[in-house]
């Protein structure tokens, strides 16, 4: 039983098994759907990768192209590796330094709801009216959630059984929630 339903026991219609047009899905998460929803939700991590390289590119013409700038040249330089770095670091920190990430996610979705379960410790139901909007990466879907501790919620494209899985689950994010932003 999902066991935080918002609309209490005995609710959920995929666990009563008469929703039969249910998506299911299960993927063992990694660091790349962390950096894919960063990216897609926090314009800072959107960016950083381009203006480290701007930020390189500039110091390297000061540092070659003016004796003088020696000093501001390479404190671009250290700037850049470490706004460059400072993303896939920061990921891989918290994925490595919290054992609930890395567990493998289960999850469905149907008409009703959106759920989720990360082994026996965390299991989520959302109606479709908590999830103001959604994005699609290249790796797979980003959910905002109405949630201040979370702000979204990642289900990577290889969570889904067949292609067929991947178009039903993006047509109910259309019907229910809106396209993509």
Do not use: Y
């Amino acid at each position: 039983m999902w066991s935080n339903s918002r609309r209490g026991p005995g609710s959920c219609a995929r666990m009563r098994g008469d929703m039969s047009d249910s998506v299911d899905f299960k993927w063992a998460p990694s660091p790349a759907d962390w950096r894919a929803s960063l990216r897609a939700m926090v314009p800072m991590f959107r960016w950083a990768p381009w203006f480290a390289l701007v930020l390189a590119v500039v110091s390297l013409v000061l540092l070659f192209g003016f004796d003088d700038a020696l000093f501001v040249a390479l404190f671009g330089l250290v700037c850049a590796l470490v706004i460059g770095f400072m993303e896939p670091v920061a990921v891989w920190w918290r994925f490595s330094s919290d054992e609930m990430i890395s567990r493998t996610v289960v999850g469905s979705a149907d008409e009703q709801s959106f759920r989720m379960a990360v082994g026996n410790a965390v299991r989520e139901e959302i109606v479709w009216q908590e999830l103001p909007g959604w994005t699609e990466t290249r790796q797979g879907f980003v959910l905002e959630t109405l949630d201040e501790g979370a702000a979204s919620l990642s289900v990577p494209h290889r969570a889904f059984a067949s292609d067929e899985d991947t178009a039903s689950f993006r047509t109910l994010l259309e019907k229910h929630i809106g396209p993509a932003n």
